[in-house]
């Protein structure tokens, strides 16, 4: 089985050398003045709908994305448990599945909570 | 002679000969490496020529659904236009932005390719098809899907364009709100089977035992259906590039092959799950029984793959984008639930399936009318009870003051 993870490595070196040789022969056909390099400050600018450029981009952000990520490391956690629970299942059988009711309780729990404290709605 | 026993049908036995013929003839590694190298290459052989006819495919369906017709000039039924455009973006100028990071900004398209390809790496062409059949193919799939999201954000933040940085923002938390639904579909799929390697899924499948999982799993592939729309970023919850909104969302500031490399690592992704799809709940690589004998496994696997995209075309055609606080609403008050309740009920299955004197084939009708019933009973109550509160302009306390609608709220 070992031997089946050094293929997805041989993949893995395939899938980097792939793009890397993409941008290298557009590079190159920079190199030979096929494809033309002609920088100018206006080009060169940000895009704002053709308006200049107003005030930093990195700035603070909506504190929404931070509750999000908080019930996301939750629920990922559950679903790392489910995925060897779900292949052991039928040798574990009713004792399983009760376990794994008063698991998904739990949790439910913490979602219904975040739900009546507002924490699902996007304002 | 039977067509079967060629090697065109069983692609995989070239491997196998490959294979043996090198431990006998040649150094011991390279029996290892030369059959990984050469799948490596026939992967390639199919995604390339596949997303120049993906794209065709796309404009040409889009076009038809909008009443145009398309691009019809270069080549026969404007065929070649894909390889055209692959020739432009190869020779158009790579402009960088003055204030952009750049080497996160130069890196982010080769990042998002990376794991683009690496998904196929478990997907099962054919019965002996796999280019590695791990014994966690499942586990790996959902883990290496889920870091195409680091690309988006790399892009996104070192552009230093706002729109593509709202973009990288929207793209984390409508990815990870995604992601949860989307494994906790699977988790039915992995109860029927009882195994993560998607080979031993498929096997599963086959006419003997079960029959493909959607007869017994509907809810869970319509759930699969829209968080994988989600995940790779198709029109009715694209936030991400919302082109009305956001000009071209993460890679507004891209060009070239830059811009080239993030369009290829969108639609290999789409055509992954396409193939994610067919291998977990249409039964694979297999076909319709008395024609099964005529067209070899990976034929059939790949022509569901180009359904399934069709389907992506005809859902981006028809159905408009939903709103952030929509999309994120629908995502945790009703696909989670719903999820975790089609685990339930599946445990329940599994159980009184090992433990029944019926017909296997009786059993499994029952199972499917129940469980098709039970899908369009849970949609219908859930959304029902859960409705989001409508709001017309009149019930708007501010639209009443002033008597007129007030500028939308910005919800990035």
């Given at each position: 089985m070992l031997g089946q993870f050094g293929y997805v490595g041989i993949l893995l070196i395939v899938a980097i050398l792939f793009p890397l040789g993409a941008i290298v022969t557009s590079w190159l056909l920079g190199k030979i003045r096929i494809r033309p390099a002609a920088p100018d400050p206006v080009k060169e600018d940000v895009y704002e709908c053709g308006v200049p450029t107003e005030g930093p981009t990195w700035v603070q952000f909506n504190f929404r994305y931070y509750y999000l990520a908080l019930l996301f490391v939750i629920f990922d956690i559950e679903t790392v448990f489910l995925f060897p629970w779900a292949v052991a299942f039928r040798k574990l059988a009713v004792f399983g599945l009760v376990e794994m009711i008063v698991f998904i309780a739990i949790l439910v729990v913490g979602l219904v909570y975040a739900w009546k404290q507002d924490a699902l709605e996007w304002r | 002679m039977d067509w079967r026993d060629f090697y065109i049908y069983h692609l995989g036995k070239v491997n196998e000969s490959v294979r043996s013929w090198l431990s006998a003839h040649a150094a011991g590694w390279t029996a290892y490496v030369v059959p990984a190298i050469l799948g490596a290459?026939?992967?390639?052989?199919?995604?390339?020529?596949?997303?120049?006819?993906?794209?065709?495919?796309?404009?040409?369906?889009?076009?038809?659904?909008?009443?145009?017709?398309g691009p019809n000039r270069v080549g026969p039924w404007g065929l070649l236009q894909s390889i055209v455009d692959a020739i432009k973006l190869l020779?158009?100028?790579?402009?960088?932005?003055?204030?952009?990071?750049?080497?996160?900004?130069?890196?982010?398209?080769?990042?998002?390719?990376?794991?683009?390809?690496?998904?196929?790496?478990?997907?099962?062409?054919?019965?002996?098809?796999?280019?590695?059949?791990?014994?966690?193919?499942?586990?790996?799939?959902?883990?290496?899907?889920?870091?195409?999201?680091?690309?988006v954000f790399m892009a996104g933040w070192a552009s230093s364009n706002?729109?593509?940085?709202?973009?990288?923002?929207?793209?984390?938390?409508?990815?990870?709100?995604?992601?949860?639904?989307?494994?906790?579909?699977?988790?039915?799929?992995?109860?029927?089977?009882?195994?993560?390697?998607?080979?031993?899924?498929?096997?599963?499948?086959?006419?003997?035992?079960?029959t493909w999982f959607i007869t017994v799993q509907p809810l869970a592939f319509l759930i699969f259906f829209i968080t994988a729309s989600a995940e790779v970023n198709r029109t009715p919850v694209d936030l991400i590039e919302a082109e009305q909104e956001i000009v071209a969302g993460h890679h507004t500031e891209y060009s070239g092959m830059k811009f080239g490399l993030f369009y290829v690592a969108e639609y290999t992704s789409i055509l992954a799950a396409c193939?994610?799809?067919?291998?977990?709940?249409?039964?694979?690589?297999?076909?319709?029984?008395?024609?099964?004998?005529?067209?070899?496994?990976?034929?059939?696997?790949?022509a569901k793959i180009y359904i399934f995209f069709a389907v992506f075309i005809w859902t981006r055609a028809t159905l408009p984008r939903l709103r952030i606080d929509q999309l994120m609403a629908f995502a945790w008050k009703f696909l989670i639930p719903l999820s975790l309740l089609n685990i339930l009920v599946t445990a329940v299955e599994v159980l009184l399936i090992d433990n029944t004197t019926l017909a296997p084939a009786v059993w499994m009708t029952l199972l499917a009318v129940v469980n098709y019933a039970l899908a369009a009973l849970l949609i219908v109550a859930w959304s029902r009870a859960f409705r989001m509160p409508r709001r017309r302009s009149a019930d708007i306390p501010e639209v009443r003051r002033l008597g007129a609608l007030p500028a939308e709220t910005p919800s990035y």
């Open positions: - | 290459i026939l992967l390639l052989v199919f995604l390339l020529p596949s997303q120049l006819m993906v794209v065709w495919i796309e404009r040409r369906l889009i076009a038809r659904f909008q009443i145009r017709r020779s158009k100028e790579a402009i960088m932005p003055r204030y952009a990071d750049k080497w996160p900004y130069l890196a982010a398209p080769v990042v998002g390719f990376i794991p683009a390809i690496l998904v196929y790496a478990v997907i099962p062409f054919g019965p002996d098809l796999a280019f590695a059949d791990l014994n966690i193919g499942l586990l790996y799939l959902v883990a290496i899907g889920s870091y195409s999201v680091i690309s706002k729109y593509a940085l709202i973009s990288a923002m929207r793209s984390v938390a409508v990815l990870v709100s995604y992601e949860i639904p989307n494994v906790l579909a699977l988790v039915g799929v992995i109860l029927l089977a009882g195994s993560l390697s998607l080979t031993d899924i498929v096997r599963a499948q086959s006419s003997g035992s079960f193939a994610v799809m067919s291998t977990l709940f249409f039964g694979g690589w297999h076909g319709i029984p008395w024609l099964e004998r005529y067209i070899p496994p990976w034929i059939w696997f790949i």
